[in-house]
């Protein structure tokens, strides 16, 4: 990588080199309560940092100076801890001033990524992994290398679970009365700002019930079903009550669950069964569950995850409190409506001589 290459990310995948410069600097990385505060008392001293990149791949050593360490042990630079506070603190400010959606490139920052042997921002998609970290581990004394996935709270909401047409939850339509072909049209060719909202309202209108069939991708569908064989079900109540518009927060949506108890657990216990089943969901999408990949239960992200708050604070989830980390999840989590048209949802459509619709899924923070 030469000195004028400059490398394009958005405000997530820059927030991922934030992280990377910021730990290395502070050398701690601080764990977090179910509210996003951090607890001054829990923290992992930060031994070293991987990096795999197209040049190679290289340990980055805290010590009284960043030392710089090849796949054979060579060490290529030494660089003053003061370097990384400053391009930490050069990245916050362009990550604060820049667009949530947008690529865009910081030359300010292709002199020090070329001298520390960076030449790309972006992990690889398939991996929920963003960041590999050596901590010392008070707790057991061990120093564990440890994969963690990077969310950014700077310039918008980011999202936990991604829409695409594997997503879809598809329901049949069962009415009274048959609907006639003008009928469908008019349905379909509602285009208000809740269209799909109206468009379910409209069938209920005219006499017909939504009868949850199946998801359209059978990976997903598995993926769900290793986590919890009640979730498939689960997920498409709490969908549907998203796309009639009676909430949206993933804590009030399991509210509604409860309450209507569709799968008929003994409540009288009082037994957490629909939230717990969540907030296990949530962690493994997290930590490593994608709906195109078998998902083992193994997380990718072993370590936990790491947030980046709006001031440029940077907190982790550790496995160690898990319970802070799916509380915050839950309550910090909503389902969203993405793009119909690009994932391929809300229309009425036949087939085998009967009606169906489907409804997609996608959960995005707070």
Known sequence: MSDNSVLSGNI??????????????????????????????????VIKILNKDPLGEYEYHTNSVIKIIDSKGTLIDSIPIQKFKENALIL???????PAQRSFEITALSSFLSKIKISKIKAKSSEKRDITIVVHDMFTGFNPKLGFSVKSQIGGDSTLFNASQQT????????NKSLTELEIDNINNISSK???????NSLFNHGCILKFQKID??????NLIIVDSALPQMLSEMLLDYYLGKENSVV???KILIEKNPL???????????EYKIKNLLTDIALGMTPKTPWSGIYDANGGYIVVKENGEVLCYHIYNRNEFQEYLFRNTKFE??????????????????????????????
Do not use: H, M
């Open 252 to 254: 009030a949506l399991t």
């Open 12 to 45: 997530g995948e820059w927030s991922e080199l934030y992280v990377f410069f910021k730990l290395l600097a502070e050398k701690k990385l601080y764990a977090a309560n179910a509210e996003l505060e951090k607890i001054e008392d829990i923290y992992y001293p």
């Open 337 to 366: 409506t993405p793009s119909s048209g690009r994932n391929k949802f809300g229309k009425i459509y036949k087939k085998d001589n009967k009606l169906y619709i489907k409804l997609n899924l996608q959960i995005r923070f707070l």
């Open 194 to 200: 809740g269209k799909i909202k109206d468009r379910i």
């Open 264 to 274: 008929k657990f003994d409540l009288s216990t009082e037994q957490p069964f629909y």
């Open 168 to 175: 879809n939850f598809v329901y049949e339509i069962i009415c």
């Open 92 to 98: 916050l400010n362009k990550l604060k001033s820049k």
């Open 217 to 222: 991708s059978s990976q997903l569908t598995n």
